[in-house]
């Protein structure tokens, strides 16, 4: 039996004292909702593809920003590139924690504008206020809501306005643990379903690819993972390129918050860390590759890595990546292989909602070999499942002076 599945499979009351009620099976969980999930779309295209023929393909001037607060924000930085290829359109994305401060920076008045919103509770107090405000200061708005509770206040929005689509996701979705997994991937997975609405038959099979290669990654190498987070190190680094670096971004936070912040954890680029951010990375650093599946992409990402090896930079170098060649595998010191035989044919810009769970695995064992419970790491609940505290300031007009 796997590590992620022997504590799935201890007895409840181990589970309760261990803090692992919920993280282990909501992260194992996770090929199984998007293919479920995926499904409830599908018979849902009809009503999805009139209101994006509506409000943003036939429009003469459509803008669309993809926002959310922490990994709902990550959401979007995982998938903006590709919604951009797929659509030909204007993405931008904009976490609600900037919307709130800066709207008017970044709303084009004069554009036709859809905000795609996603929240796993869409109860936090940015959530609703980013889309108030573009209800008041966009002329032209359509809103689409992508969630996992249907009672939570974006839900409600997304039911009742005759400008807004609501996605709702399966219950399940709707995690239990502090930190973000299957309400993460599953949002994602709604996000690249939009991406690719007019060639359902092209991500039905790659979907299918990724719950497959992901459940390998959990039979396979979760032990491993285990392993490796049972080491002494003490940062990480996530790099990623394309829309794997919004996963290597959401990557870092998992293994952050599930470690209490005892574990200090950065993103980049491949070509971005070489600019400065690789001084962080000490001997005591695991240095986790999102490597990319495209050869072109790779030769960048491969001349990175062979300088983080000879500047002799990292404790342990963990590369995730379809298949491993010699070149990359001499900078490196163990990896995940998703699809060694070449079968899959996964494009790198559909991967976040499997690398991250890498991440997300990390952070559930680093947490457990720390001493803390996974389910709620936050000892001095420094940070919450939703967000408190935070007081929300209305402007009636706009600024005149943009910040």
Known sequence: ?????????????????????????????????????????????????????????????????????????????????????????????????????????????????????????????????????????????????????????????????????????????????????????????????????????????????????????????SSLIKDIAETEFERAVFLGSGCLHGCAVESALKLQEMTDGKIICKADTFLGVRHGPEAVINDKTLVVYLLSSNPFVRKYELDSMKEIKDKELGMTKLAICNKLDGEASENVDQSLEFDREGKLKIPDSCRPIMDVTVGQMLGLFKSLAIGLKPDNPSVKGVINRVVKGVKIYHYRKPRKNLG
């Open 1 to 221: 039996m796997n590590a992620l599945y022997e504590l799935i499979n201890l007895p409840k009351d181990k589970r309760a004292e261990m803090g692992v009620e919920y993280t282990p099976s909501e992260i194992a969980a996770q090929p199984r909702l998007w293919i479920e999930n995926f499904e409830t779309l599908k018979r849902q295209k009809k009503e999805i593809l009139n209101f994006l023929a509506k409000n943003v393909f036939s429009k003469p001037n459509p803008r669309v920003t993809l926002t959310g607060a922490g990994s709902s924000a990550h959401v979007g930085l995982s998938v903006q590139n590709l919604l951009k290829f797929m659509w030909q359109l204007d993405v931008d994305t904009r976490p609600t924690t900037d919307i709130v401060t800066h709207w008017d920076s970044i709303f084009l008045k004069n554009a036709d504008n859809t905000l795609v919103s996603f929240a796993r509770s869409g109860n936090s107090p940015e959530s609703m206020t980013a889309i108030e405000i573009a209800e008041t200061f966009c002329p032209k708005i359509s809103h689409i809501v992508v969630t996992c509770n249907k009672d939570g206040a974006t839900a409600k929005f997304g039911r009742e306005r005759r400008n807004a689509f609501l996605i709702l996701l399966s219950e399940e979705t709707n995690d239990s643990g502090l930190a973000m997994t299957a309400s993460f991937t599953t949002m994602l997975m709604t996000a690249q379903y939009l991406a690719y609405i007019k060639n359902l038959n092209e991500y039905e099979r790659i979907i299918k690819s990724v719950s497959e290669a992901t459940q390998r990654l959990f039979d396979n190498y």
